[in-house]
C-alpha cells in the first residue's frame, strides 16, 4: 500500500503580500521564501509547522462563495487559552466571525476571517 505524508496549504489571493502580512502578525506564520510561480508571486510561509503557500492570481478571480460550500472549509489551529487568543487577535485587528462557542464539553472554538475568504477556527481542548 502506498503511503502519503502531509505537504502544505495551497491558498491564492490577488495580494499575497498583504495576506502574508496578517498571516504573520496574527498567528506568528514565518516567511521561508518569496518565489516566482510562473507570472504570479508565490510566498511560503511556516504557520505553526505547517507550510503555507500564499500564491497570487489575476485581478478579477472570483472570490470564494460564503459558507457552507463544497471543498476546503477552514484552517484549524489549537491553543491553550481561547479567550486569550480571542483578545490578542482582536487588539491585531482580526475579525471574531462566530464564537466562542463549547460544541461538546470540554471543547470550546472561535472561527476569525482571514484574508480571501479564509477561516481560520481556534480550538482549546480541555483535559
Known amino acids: 500500500m502506498q503511503t502519503y505524508r502531509?505537504?502544505?496549504?495551497?491558498?491564492?489571493?490577488?495580494?499575497?503580500?498583504?495576506?502574508?502580512?496578517?498571516?504573520?502578525?496574527a498567528f506568528g506564520a514565518e516567511v521561508k521564501a518569496?518565489?516566482?510561480?510562473?507570472?504570479?508571486?508565490?510566498?511560503?510561509?511556516d504557520l505553526a509547522g505547517v507550510t503555507l503557500f500564499l500564491e497570487q492570481v489575476p485581478a478579477g478571480t472570483h472570490a470564494?462563495?460564503?459558507?457552507?460550500f463544497l471543498g476546503l472549509e477552514h484552517i484549524g489551529l489549537g491553543t491553550a487559552d481561547l479567550d486569550?487568543?480571542?483578545?490578542?487577535?482582536?487588539?491585531?485587528?482580526?475579525?471574531?466571525?462566530?464564537?466562542?462557542?463549547?460544541?461538546?464539553?470540554?471543547?470550546?472554538?472561535?472561527?476569525?476571517g482571514m484574508p480571501d475568504g479564509v477561516r481560520v477556527e481556534l480550538i482549546e481542548r480541555r483535559g
Do not use: N, Y
Open 6 to 25: 502531509f505537504d502544505h496549504i495551497h491558498l491564492r489571493s490577488p495580494d499575497p503580500e498583504a495576506a502574508a502580512r496578517v498571516w504573520t502578525a
Open 84 to 112: 486569550g487568543a480571542i483578545a490578542d487577535l482582536a487588539a491585531k485587528g482580526v475579525p471574531l466571525l462566530s464564537g466562542p462557542a463549547e460544541p461538546r464539553p470540554g471543547v470550546r472554538i472561535a472561527f476569525f
Open 64 to 68: 470564494p462563495p460564503a459558507p457552507p
Open 34 to 45: 518569496r518565489m516566482q510561480a510562473g507570472p504570479w508571486l508565490r510566498i511560503v510561509l
